[in-house]
Nanobody, 122 residues
């Protein structure tokens, strides 16, 4: 139900834009989040956006560099990633949480898409 795209290889300092398309009829009821799993590490929270798009929350490691947004008319959520660093290298996942509040805990998310690989070279 969730399909992420837009990953790739980029040099440090570059930008990428990830997109996630949701094949659900009621996309607007879901809080949407992005998570990532660096090589050899646990999955970690990146960013989340509330149902209307009026509220966002970011991990400290990406604050000021990444921007999450959503288009409820098109059932999509995006993650604009600027000033990328080698430590941003990871598989990125989008997820949907059927609850009213933004949450950074991955166990709160109900649906997950397949990941997309982001590799940042130094």
């Amino acid at each position: 139900q969730l399909q992420a795209s837009g990953g790739g290889l980029v040099q440090a300092g570059g930008s990428l834009r990830l997109s996630c398309a949701a094949s659900v009829r009621t996309f607007g009821v879901y809080v949407m989040g992005w998570f990532r799993q660096p090589p050899g590490k646990e999955r970690e929270f990146v960013a989340a956006i509330n149902r209307s798009g009026s509220g966002t929350y970011y991990a400290d490691s990406v604050k000021g560099r990444f921007t999450i947004s959503r288009d409820n008319a098109r059932n999509t959520v995006s993650l604009q990633m600027n000033s990328l660093k080698p430590e941003d290298t990871a598989v990125y996942y989008c997820a949907a949480d059927n609850s009213p509040l933004i949450d950074s805990r991955d166990r709160m998310y109900d649906y997950w898409g397949r990941g997309t690989q982001v590799t940042v070279s130094s």
